[in-house]
């Protein structure tokens, strides 16, 4: 009896111990479970960078694509030769409208002209002027003189711009092709400026291209 | 109504003389360069038959309209003789020198057309 009885407390704790075993089995596969989620999460990290920088990469492509017809637009209009000629043309026109100004049959000139005439007829009135007292006279006649000097410094300093105004035009005439030369120089300088900043933009693609390229890695590498 | 008429019209009058004043619209230059140089030419220059101020300290530079003009001196008895033609080219400087000791007096071009004789070009 002692030893059924023994045999079946021996028994019971069997049971026991099997069935301790098989809940620290349980936990420890729900544990190892919960650890390979966790792993699987790490693992989708280099996914979600691959992503990113895809997405970067893929934003840029526009970027760049606009930036490439935008030179290609900006170089055609720089190295057009026309457009040289009309800068010339424009430069040309904006002499002529200054030079038109002080021309001799020019407004400023012709107003200029005017009020000497006026000083002058001032003058010789005041010269035939019995109105006044002779200290007067003198007085008014001094300030005609003073306005005369300076009507007269006033219409030589157009005579200046209209000389300056008639050498430029001349000179924009004579050098024309010259002068186109140096423009079209200009304008060679600006398309290699916009070549320049196209290769930087495309520098950054590529290494942008590179970083994605570079980030993608084959399972077990 | 007539006041309104009045000042349509008068600003309409002032809006064509300015365009027709209007430095860039089809105008060129004439340089007119007298020797030997005085405080006043006093030879009578006409370009076309319109007669010139006269020529203050041996230069003038009048704004005329495109085309060719006749620069003419007076002959005496009102009547005048042609001394060359002179091209005027849109926002482009003609020179020419006139030498007024001789008579009649003569053109000299800076630059000559075709007939670069009696033709001035810029």
């Known amino acids: 009896m002692t030893t059924s009885l023994f045999v079946g407390a021996s028994r019971t704790r069997a049971g026991i111990a099997i069935a301790a075993l098989f809940a620290v089995g349980l936990a420890l596969s729900a544990s190892l479970a919960r650890a390979d989620d966790a792993g699987a999460g790490k693992a989708a990290s280099p996914v979600e960078e691959f992503s990113e920088q895809l997405e970067a990469f893929q934003k840029s492509v526009p970027d760049l694509n606009k930036s490439i017809q935008d030179s290609t637009g900006a170089i055609d209009s720089i190295t057009d030769v026309d457009k040289a000629r009309a800068e010339i043309d424009k430069l040309r026109e904006t002499v002529s409208t200054l030079l038109g100004a002080v021309s001799d049959n020019g407004p400023v000139s012709q107003l200029g002209i005017k009020a000497l005439n006026h000083v002058h007829d001032k003058l010789k009135a005041l010269a035939q002027e019995s109105r006044f007292k002779p200290e007067e006279r003198q007085f008014l006649t001094d300030r005609w003189r003073k306005l005369q000097e300076e009507t007269e410094s006033a219409t030589r300093e157009l005579d200046d711009a209209r000389a300056q105004f008639a050498s430029l035009l001349q000179t924009l005439q004579q050098s024309e092709d010259f002068i186109g030369e140096l423009i079209e120089i200009r304008q060679a300088e600006k398309a290699l400026e916009v070549i320049r900043s196209l290769t930087r933009d495309i520098r950054d693609a590529s290494s942008q291209l590179n970083k994605l390229i570079g980030g993608i890695k084959p399972p077990g590498a | ?122």
């Open chain 2, 1 to 122: 109504m007539r006041r309104v008429l009045g000042l349509l019209a008068s600003a309409a009058i002032v809006g064509a003389v300015i365009v027709a004043c209007r430095p860039g619209a089809d105008a060129g230059y004439v340089e007119i360069k007298t020797v030997p140089v005085s405080a006043v030419a006093q030879t009578a220059l006409y370009l076309d038959a319109a007669k010139l101020a006269p020529i203050r300290k041996g230069s003038a530079i009048l704004r005329e309209h495109v085309g060719t003009l006749k620069l003419q001196a007076d002959a005496g008895a009102g009547s005048l003789t042609l001394l060359c033609d002179i091209e005027v080219k849109k926002n482009r400087i003609t020179s020419v020198t006139v030498s007024v000791m001789e008579r009649p007096p003569r053109c000299q071009c800076r630059y000559g057309g075709a007939d670069a004789a009696r033709t001035c070009v810029s």
